[in-house]
């Protein structure tokens, strides 16, 4: 079946310019995590949507940065005002939620460089 | 503070040669420890998850453990297509976010 996709895959932008990073989770996945991953770095949590709860922003860097989740499906994740520290590759995960342990799968991740 | 660490940070083998990835951690609560396997530009792909001490789990050349303090990978007689960094993560029993460590880089030479 389909996987978590994301896009654009690749997008170069100028510093101080917004962005948005789009996110389609798996089908039926009611769970919606982003993460950040810079070079040399390991994989940094940013944000985390579970169905109508209200999502966990507690690893968003900065005021620039924010999420949505439309419909309970796609999400966008916004940086307004890019710096050249947030060159990184964004990714998006998605998973069930239950009582069960779910493990989390990822998408290829979109490469935001900042000029 | 929940912390992970993985060691070596960088690991070459030849093939065929067996060895084990380490993964230390300490969290408030553990709901979950997760293996991941990434490959260069692509998403980390789901290998395992691990539960309570004592488990262990296998799939193909790999084998993963875990203990109350930590987790290894083994890799028996590994392949070229082997390589990748292997990423561990745990994930907190109120559930959500991953806390992943730096991972580790697997070279496997022909």
């Known amino acids: 079946g389909a996987g978590v996709s994301q896009s654009p895959s690749n997008k170069v932008t100028e510093k101080g310019k917004d962005v948005e990073l789009r996110c389609d989770p798996i089908?039926?996945?009611?769970?919606l995590y982003w993460y950040r991953q810079s070079l040399g770095q390991g994989l940094e949590f940013l944000i985390y949507?579970?169905?109508?709860?209200?999502?966990?922003k507690s690893g968003l860097p900065s005021d620039r940065f924010s999420a949505e989740r439309t419909g309970g499906s796609v999400s966008t994740l916004t940086i307004q005002r890019t710096q050249q520290e947030d060159s990184a590759v964004y990714l998006c995960?998605?998973?069930?939620?239950?009582?069960?342990?779910?493990?989390?799968?990822f998408g290829p991740g979109t490469r935001l460089t900042v000029t | 503070e929940d912390q992970v660490t993985q060691s070596p940070e960088a690991l070459r083998l030849q093939e065929g040669e067996s060895s084990s990835l380490n993964c230390s951690y300490t969290?408030?609560?553990?709901?979950?420890l997760f293996w991941y396997r990434q490959d260069p530009g692509k998403g980390p792909e789901f290998l395992f998850t691990?539960?309570?001490a004592g488990e262990e789990k296998e799939k193909e050349r790999l084998k993963a453990t875990l203990t109350k303090k930590e987790s290894f990978l083994h890799i028996t007689a590994p392949k070229p297509e082997d390589s990748a960094t292997y990423l561990c993560?745990?994930?907190?029993?109120?559930?959500?976010?991953?806390?992943f460590g730096q991972g580790t880089e697997l070279s496997v030479k022909p």
């Open positions: 995960a998605s998973s069930l939620v239950g009582e069960f342990i779910y493990e989390q799968y």
């Open positions: 691990l539960y309570s």
């Open positions: 949507f579970q169905g109508n709860s209200a999502p966990d």
């Open positions: 969290v408030s609560g553990l709901r979950g």
């Open positions: 993560a745990v994930q907190q029993k109120r559930g959500g976010k991953l806390i």
């Open positions: 089908s039926g996945h009611t769970a």
